[in-house]
């Protein structure tokens, strides 16, 4: 009997070892909430690797900063407490102080631009230190282009002067303010609007899905098209879980990740191209400026990066 219930109790250990190995549930942390175009690629990410591992591999989704800012998931990510993370792909310069570079205003094209520098040999470079950092990086979804609103047309660079525009806490962003003549005024995202509609400030600067889901229109009567930055979500993994993964399965996380990808960015784009006409109906005035001058007058910003990470450091990131 004895040993009867020592075979029953091994045959029982093995099988909870082998539930577990056909139940992985990888946890994924962003600060988007849920009516996001990321949060919607979240989920088709989510739907696809559950289908494509036949329910052997799950998601659980924490939106919404749920599980504190992206620095704070970040560090949960490099313990292995939280297996996978979304953050901007320059908002990591925090711990790779080039990917500044990346972020610097007008560096960057397009989104397309951005895939092949990231797919390319500085975005390879790159990845090397996001793993030294304990962290794999899958890809890169389009977050939006940031433009420039305001309750002045902005027709050329010299419309800048003066504008109190209203910015993030965030080095490359305030430096675009500076250097094209506007006074950069950090104001807490939550504050933007109120800020706004009390001329705190004349002018911020965002994608324009979240300037229609901000109803910043509600406060500004312009719209610039800027183009001064391209956003990104870059979606990463703990080195530790994606190491843990077999062949397999990493080739299911891996399409995945294309999936929610191609669902977040054809929403993005989708509503960039709408949005234009959405606010022309609700009275805004959109303007293109000659974006010449505005990258010129960057150049004062590179010098002082390839000061930092060496002449012609730049250059390199966009492969010339």
């Known amino acids: 009997m004895k040993n009867n219930k020592t075979i029953l109790g091994s045959l029982a250990a093995i099988l909870l070892a082998t539930t577990s190995v056909h139940a992985t549930e990888l946890s994924f942390g962003m600060q988007d909430n849920e009516v996001s175009n990321v949060y919607q690629g979240a989920l088709e990410f989510k739907a696809k690797l559950e289908a494509l591992s036949g329910g052997e591999m799950k998601v659980k989704l924490f939106p919404s900063a749920t599980l504190g800012d992206f620095k704070a998931m970040v560090a949960q990510v490099q313990a292995g407490e939280?297996?996978?993370?979304?953050?901007?792909?320059?908002d990591m310069s925090y711990t790779i102080p080039e990917l500044k570079l990346i972020g610097a205003p007008y560096v960057v094209e397009s989104y397309?631009?951005?895939k092949k520098i990231v797919a390319g040999?500085?975005?390879q470079k790159?990845?090397?230190?996001?793993?030294?950092?304990?962290?794999k990086l899958l890809d890169v979804w389009y977050y939006g282009t940031r433009q420039t609103t305001s309750n002045r047309a902005i027709n050329s660079m010299d419309d800048m002067k003066g504008l109190r525009l209203r910015t993030p806490n965030v080095p490359f962003?305030?430096?675009f303010a500076e250097n094209t003549g506007a006074t950069p005024a950090p104001v807490a995202f939550q504050e933007v609007y109120l800020a706004l509609q009390t001329n705190q400030v004349d002018a911020e600067e965002n994608p324009l899905p979240t300037i229609d889901a901000m109803k910043f229109y509600e406060v500004q009567s312009h719209i610039a098209m800027t183009?001064?930055?391209?956003?990104?979500?870059?979606?990463?993994i703990s080195k530790s879980t994606w190491?843990?993964?077999n062949a397999q399965e990493q080739a299911w996380v891996a399409a995945a990740v294309n999936a929610g990808g191609d669902k977040s960015n054809g929403l993005t784009i989708d509503a960039e191209n709408d949005l234009i006409d959405t606010f022309k109906e609700r009275g805004l005035e959109i303007t293109y400026p000659d974006l010449t001058p505005f990258r010129a007058a960057m150049k004062p910003y590179y010098d002082t990066l390839e000061a930092e990470f060496g002449e012609g450091a730049i250059a390199e990131v966009i492969g010339e």
């Open 243 to 245: 190491d843990g993964l």
């Open 173 to 175: 962003l305030i430096a």
């Open 227 to 236: 183009n001064h930055f391209i956003a990104s979500a870059a979606i990463q």
């Open 112 to 114: 397309d631009h951005l």
């Open 121 to 123: 040999p500085w975005g």
């Open 126 to 135: 790159m990845d090397a230190k996001f793993q030294d950092q304990g962290v």
């Open 82 to 90: 939280l297996d996978m993370v979304m953050t901007g792909y320059p």
